[in-house]
């Protein structure tokens, strides 16, 4: 790619087609599935209800500016909040977390937000200021001031959460930062802290919401009552999406003329992310998590017992397979790629898999297969 500035390093191949799990390139390969884009597509790539209300929406109307009533904005935002919530629609997650970030500072009055090492909540200025990785804020200082970390999973994070504080922001299971879960008991020690202390939590559910780890959000299985929740990537299947979802109390900070978009909450994304959700059924998530259960006795049983595999962690169709330095992770996801299976990487040399929520076992048993075959050699 010659006239594109070169912020990523690519695969040196096209994807130009999809199907079902399945994805070809220019070249007429086709491969299994196990990234999702990047934990987008969870319906696949020809989800029949989702390319209708596509379809549908693009011969009505694309769209209109948020100067006028909405009334499939507002069913969206009520299939996706419960009644004590409201939401509010941006594009991408970094624009999720910036409307977090400033809705939690303008309601409290205050300015400080605790985050945490090896978090990501984004590349714009207020979500790289509270994403904990030097790597991706090197160059770009001066941030955005009164950020404070902490380490995750950590007890001495507790004493930071003061009544100073603005908000507290955590994923509960760090994606980029190399699929770490956070311990149950901890997350409930944060959220003591600041209810006592006045403090708002905000959870980005981007990564780890919609389904991907078997409930529609993954805080749902830490028991927590978040005042914000930001989604985004797979809320849409890969129509640029986001959202903020808040408690009520929290609207009169959020008031005409506080915040806005010109394409956030357009039609088109309203038309997909309504086919998501009206799937996200009860009876859709309980096939996730007992393919899920697959999953992870593979896992467990043939890839955990490989030699140069450290470790696995990750919850639902969230996995970080974590490999020995010998064996670089790069050189691992080109040679699944060569035997025709996609995967991603996160940090600290993980192997992180994503796989589209409707795969069915028999392609779950394959991929497995195929990481098995590439990490034994
Ligand atoms: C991907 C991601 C983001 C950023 O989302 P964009 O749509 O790329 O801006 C934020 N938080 C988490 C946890 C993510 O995984």
Redesign the pocket.
Known sequence: MENVFPTYSRFPFDLVEGHDVFLTDNNGKTYLDFTSG??VCSFGYSNELIQKNVEDQAKKIWHTSNLYESAIQDKVAGQLTNDDQLAFFC???????EAAFKLARKYSGKTTVLAFNN??????YG?MSL?GNPDIRVGFTPLVPDVKFADYNDEKAISKITSDLAAVIL?VI???GGVVVADKSWLADVQKACKENDVLLII?????GIGRTGTKFAYEQFDLDPDIV?S??ALGNGT?I?AMIGNKKLASAFGPGTHGTTFGGNKLSMAAASGVLEQLTPDFLKEVQAKSKLLWEKLNTEIKPLPVVTSITGLGFMVGIHLDEKVPVGDVIGQLQDAGLLTISAKHNTLRLLPPLIMDESNITKGIGLIKSVLDN
Not at 119 to 124: S, V
Request: net charge negative; proline share 3%.
């Open positions: 990047i934990g594009n991408s997650g970094t624009e999720a977390n978090g990501f909540h984004g590349r714009t979500s994403t994923e760090q994606g980029e980005d559910e981007v990564q780890t930001t985004a990537k640029p986001g």
